[in-house]
């Protein structure tokens, strides 16, 4: 059962593995993923760069998503995230169709009230251009469609764990704070039940040039009111 997993976890995150170099910078700002350069990401331009942080302006996309997942550990629920995910691309939809691999995976996580109560997180898959107008519906997952949304974004390198994301995604809260980006993100937060959102660009079996991001997204209407 375990080499099974290990398979199937080898396969997916193998399709992100051909990236550019990546410089192990702290500055969590203005590098462009470079597993975007090799795969289809979704688009986005940059509205702002501050002090440890960008704002992102993505165009409307479509993504397939899980169920609530329920989980102490972000890291357990993106795996099983991840399983469902796999065998959705690999054809086990109702279209029997295989879908090509994207990036980033992303996890939006709402943090339980406790440091030992369950937290919830949606693991979901930026669906390819060419299925977004159709995509595969699938038991157990469903679409997310997105209008045009903003996101305060901060990088970080290495793997993402249960103790670092926390301190990354208060790392970005700290860095927008005193700047009208922090009330823009509060007063126009695009899922008020999902504080921050966790993408992952490599496979987990690549040990450098690893990329993941915090996103802090928002509903804006005008760029400039923030500025």
């Given at each position: 059962?375990?080499?099974?997993?290990?398979?199937?976890?080898?396969?997916?995150?193998?399709?992100?593995?051909?990236?550019?170099?990546?410089?192990?910078?702290?500055?969590?700002?203005?590098?462009?993923?470079?597993?975007?350069?090799?795969?289809?990401?979704?688009?986005?331009d940059v509205v702002h760069?501050?002090?440890?942080?960008?704002?992102?302006?993505?165009?409307?996309?479509?993504?397939?998503?899980?169920?609530?997942?329920?989980?102490?550990?972000?890291?357990?629920?993106?795996?099983?995230?991840?399983?469902?995910?796999?065998?959705?691309?690999?054809?086990?939809?109702?279209?029997?169709?295989?879908?090509?691999?994207?990036?980033?995976?992303?996890?939006?996580?709402?943090?339980?009230?406790?440091?030992?109560?369950?937290?919830?997180?949606?693991?979901?898959?930026?669906?390819?251009?060419?299925?977004?107008?159709?995509?595969?519906?699938?038991?157990?997952?469903?679409?997310?469609?997105?209008?045009?949304?903003?996101?305060?974004?901060?990088?970080?390198?290495?793997?993402?764990?249960?103790?670092?994301?926390?301190?990354?995604?208060?790392?970005?809260?700290?860095?927008?704070?005193?700047?009208?980006?922090?009330?823009?993100?509060?007063?126009?937060?695009?899922?008020?039940?999902?504080?921050?959102?966790?993408?992952?660009?490599?496979?987990?079996?690549?040990?450098?040039?690893?990329?993941?991001?915090?996103?802090m997204m928002f509903d804006?209407?005008?760029?400039?009111?923030?500025?």
């Amino acid at each position: 059962m375990a080499t099974h997993l290990f398979k199937r976890l080898s396969l997916l995150f193998g399709l992100l593995s051909s990236i550019g170099p990546w410089s192990e910078n702290h500055d969590s700002v203005g590098i462009f993923p470079p597993t975007c350069s090799r795969i289809e990401c979704p688009s986005f331009d940059v509205v702002h760069v501050g002090n440890g942080f960008e704002v992102r302006r993505y165009n409307s996309t479509v993504w397939m998503s899980t169920s609530p997942i329920q989980d102490i550990s972000l890291v357990d629920a993106t795996r099983t995230g991840f399983l469902q995910l796999f065998d959705y691309i690999q054809g086990k939809n109702d279209y029997d169709e295989k879908i090509e691999m994207t990036a980033p995976v992303i996890t939006q996580v709402s943090p339980s009230d406790g440091p030992f109560c369950e937290s919830s997180f949606v693991v979901s898959f930026y669906v390819p251009r060419v299925n977004q107008a159709d995509p595969p519906p699938a038991k157990g997952l469903h679409s997310q469609k997105w209008g045009p949304v903003h996101a305060a974004v901060r990088q970080f390198s290495g793997f993402v764990t249960d103790e670092n994301v926390g301190e990354e995604a208060a790392a970005l809260q700290a860095s927008l704070a005193g700047t009208s980006w922090s009330s823009a993100v509060e007063k126009g937060r695009a899922d008020p039940t999902s504080v921050y959102t966790v993408a992952q660009y490599n496979s987990p079996f690549e040990f450098q040039n690893r990329v993941n991001e915090i996103w802090m997204m928002f509903d804006m209407e005008d760029d400039s009111a923030a500025m």
